[in-house]
């Protein structure tokens, strides 16, 4: 071969080798005209995935400016504000009961009637002895009358001292035989025995054919139950604290309930009656005593209840649901807020204690604000928030109740 076949064999070589070097440059690029939609496609998937990161669905409220009223709690007691141990007065057998156990009694009214017929006639003997008396005084002072009237020289002094003394005796013996018609009157009221307050009465201790006496104890109870008094120990602290409420006329507006044991709230509000007049060295509380309304006798003495002590006009605050606060580094909480353009912001807040499910706002959140309170833990700042309705649960819904299945 020449010298010229040599010379352009050489050359087609290097323009295949440059032919073959921009082929795999093409090819690198993604510029070789192949079909590309795969390319395309995965591109599109990066930038929806980008996109969806951007994006998070939440559920979004306003705070509400709702009122504020978490109330104190103190474990009270049922107590009567009367109560009442019958005693007979005297003794006998009882012959008449005029009640059934555990009836609703007036103050008055007749429970027991005892055998009464020797008190009736200890009171018929009690008048006899009376009319004597009173016959006795009327002779014994006319006898005296004379006496002064009669001519001093045929009487002596001593006849007219002894006729005073007899008159005077027999007015004495008048006095005495009221007295005794008194007590014998007495007895035989007392072979009655009523109601002396309003209230139920409990087991009687004795029936129709039983002998009854003081001696032997008290025939039943009595219970005032409407209205009724609940107690409860307040501390040395809270008491101060109360006193200075009740200089300024602040405990007035005091609203107070009662949870049963139930767990029904009491449907009547109580009043106060007294505080005790010394304070427990053992325990540094001071028993405190409300007057509820009791018509129903749902409040039984010597129960438990739960009180709840709270404001008649609660002050108001911002609120969003407790599922909306989340912590952050340091103890702070705050939660997310949407703004116009639909981007979430981390914002700190203060609140107090939550009630109710709610989480009163006290600084950093205005009424009327959105906020997030389902779907918080994945979000980041300035991401877009997609409001949609929140699944029902109990977390966002204090009253939610799941469906029974069959």
């Not at 001093?152 to 035989?177: K, P, W, Y």
């Not at 604290?241 to 507006?253: D, F, L, M, Y």
């Not at 309930?257 to 304070?279: H, I, K, P, Q, V």
């Amino acid at each position: 071969m020449g010298t010229a076949a040599k010379a352009f064999g050489t050359a087609m070589a290097q323009i295949a080798l440059v032919a073959a070097g921009a082929a795999g440059g093409w090819l690198a690029k993604g510029m070789w005209p192949e079909d590309d939609s795969a390319a395309k496609a995965a591109q599109a998937a990066a930038a929806a995935q980008a996109a969806a990161m951007s994006r998070q669905t939440v559920a979004v409220t306003n705070a509400e400016l709702r009122a504020y009223n978490l109330p104190e709690r103190y474990v009270a007691h049922a107590e009567p504000v009367q109560e009442v141990d019958l005693l007979p007065q005297v003794d006998g057998y009882i012959v008449e009961m005029r009640f059934k156990e555990g009836d609703t009694v007036k103050a008055g009214d007749l429970l027991y009637v005892l055998d009464d017929e020797r008190y009736r006639a200890v009171v018929n003997q009690r008048k006899a002895d009376l009319e004597a008396a009173q016959a006795e005084a009327r002779r014994a002072k006319r006898y005296y009358e004379r006496m002064q009237k009669a001519d001093e020289r045929g009487i002596t002094q001593l006849e007219r001292d002894n006729a005073e003394a007899a008159s005077e005796s027999a007015a004495a013996a008048v006095l005495q035989a009221k007295a005794n018609l008194v007590v014998a009157e007495y007895d035989l009221k007392k072979a009655k025995v009523v109601a002396p307050i309003s209230g139920q009465i409990g087991k009687s201790s004795a029936h129709v054919g039983d002998y009854v006496a003081p001696s032997k104890g008290p025939l039943a109870r009595i219970v005032q139950i409407d209205p009724i008094r609940v107690s409860f120990p307040m501390t040395d602290r809270a008491y101060i604290a109360w006193r200075e409420a009740q200089k300024k006329g602040t405990n007035k507006a005091m609203r107070l309930r009662l949870t049963l044991a139930d767990g029904s709230e009491y449907d009547r509000e109580g009043s106060w009656d007294f505080d005790d007049n010394e304070m427990s060295a053992a325990t540094a509380t001071i028993q405190m005593r409300l007057q509820f309304p009791n018509p129903d006798r749902l409040l039984v003495p010597n129960s438990y209840v739960t009180l709840l002590a709270d404001l008649q006009t609660p002050p108001q605050y911002p609120s969003v649901p407790q599922t909306a606060v989340f912590d952050l580094p340091g103890g702070d909480v705050a939660v997310w807020t949407v703004d116009a353009e639909g981007k979430v912001h981390a914002r700190k807040i203060e609140t107090r204690d939550p009630h109710l499910g709610w989480q009163p706002v006290v600084k950093g959140l205005e009424a009327g604000e959105k906020v997030v309170f389902a779907g918080v833990a994945k979000l980041q700042e300035e991401m877009t928030a997609v409001p949609v309705a929140p699944t029902p649960n109990e977390d966002i819904d204090a009253n939610f109740k799941p469906a029974v299945s069959d």
